[in-house]
């Protein structure tokens, strides 16, 4: 006899990506409420790359049953990221149901935010259901997570969507 399993959502995960260049960063504090993205890490791999190399970076993150969209946390965290990257940032949320994308970008002192559609590249699929995946396993080490980040950086490819050209028509 077959049993299906039910897999319960056990804490929200996040990943930072910059297209062609891979994961900066997957991070976890384990717990359903809350987001961590380790800003020293990832703004010393930036400043490495160089800022005006990246043209917009991916911050991905992982959401309890129920939540598909950016919290009012979620929101003053990317609100600060716009302000200090001053380049587009393209938050997804990735949920049981699929996904919710915004393109946010700095404007003056305030940070703009459009949910939109877009053609995902097969990189960053991959990458948003390895970011929901890691969700819901059981006894994450987050100790590991930065082995992992570079692991399927050699692994999978993030390339270039379409969001450029939404980034002119928006902005």
Not at 43 to 50: N, P, S
Not at 99 to 122: A, P
Request: a negative charge; hydrophobic letters at 40%; proline letters at 4%.
């Amino acid at each position: 006899m077959l049993v299906e399993e039910i897999v319960e959502f056990k804490r929200e995960v996040s990943c930072f990506a910059v297209p062609k260049y891979g994961i900066l960063s997957i991070t976890s504090d384990n717990t359903l409420g809350g987001v961590e993205f380790d800003f020293f890490s990832i703004w010393q791999q930036l400043k490495e790359i160089g800022l005006e190399n990246i043209p917009y970076v991916y911050m991905i993150h992982s959401h309890p049953p129920g939540c598909p969209k950016m919290s009012s946390i979620d929101f003053n965290m990317v609100h600060g990221w716009c302000q200090g990257l001053a380049i587009p940032i393209c938050f997804i949320i990735v949920h049981e149901t699929g996904h919710t994308f915004y393109l946010c970008q700095k404007n003056g002192k305030k940070s703009d935010r459009d949910i939109i559609t877009v053609d995902l590249d097969d990189g960053l699929k991959q990458i948003m259901q390895a970011t929901y995946y890691l969700s819901m396993l059981d006894g994450l080490n987050v100790d590991v997570l930065d082995d992992l980040a570079l692991d399927l950086s050699e692994h999978i490819d993030i390339g270039y969507t379409n969001i450029l050209e939404l980034t002119k028509n928006i902005f």
